[in-house]
């Protein structure tokens, strides 16, 4: 059974860094796009950047373009997302989320395992 845990979130000041991990259990990366989203307080849920089952890469979000990246372990079956830069709307749960094809989509839909969700809080 494909699930979906992640870490890594919590306070930091504007201008500072986090990573958030997303471990997957039950399928390979080959074989699944990981993509993390986000929601803020008020606003709608968000697609961010997609790992597809190449390792290839696809940013959907233009504000977080040149501060967050993607990236996966193999070996460990872990997806990142490094965040620099912080800034104080970048505030928000973020998710990663799986679907069962190797090919990215920013369809929040098409996803059809979701992690529980971690906090990330950007103020000073």
């Known amino acids: 059974q494909l699930q979906l845990v992640e870490s890594g979130g919590g306070l930091v000041q504007p201008g500072g860094s986090l990573e958030l991990s997303c471990s997957v259990s039950?399928?390979?990366?080959?074989?699944?796009?990981i993509t993390w989203f986000r929601r803020a307080p008020g606003k709608e849920r968000e697609g961010l950047l997609c790992?597809?089952?190449?390792?290839?890469?696809?940013n959907y979000e233009d504000s977080v373009k040149g501060r967050f990246t993607i990236s996966r372990d193999k070996v460990l079956n872990t997806v990142y997302l490094q965040m620099n830069n912080l800034r104080s709307e970048d505030t928000a749960v973020y998710y990663c989320?799986?679907?069962?094809?190797?090919?990215?989509?920013?369809?929040?839909?098409?996803?059809?395992?979701w992690g529980q969700g971690t906090q990330v809080t950007v103020s000073s």
């Open positions: 790992v597809d089952g190449t390792g290839g890469t696809v």
């Open positions: 039950g399928s390979t990366l080959d074989i699944t796009a």
């Open positions: 989320a799986a679907r069962r094809r190797a090919g990215c989509s920013v369809s929040a839909s098409t996803y059809q395992v």
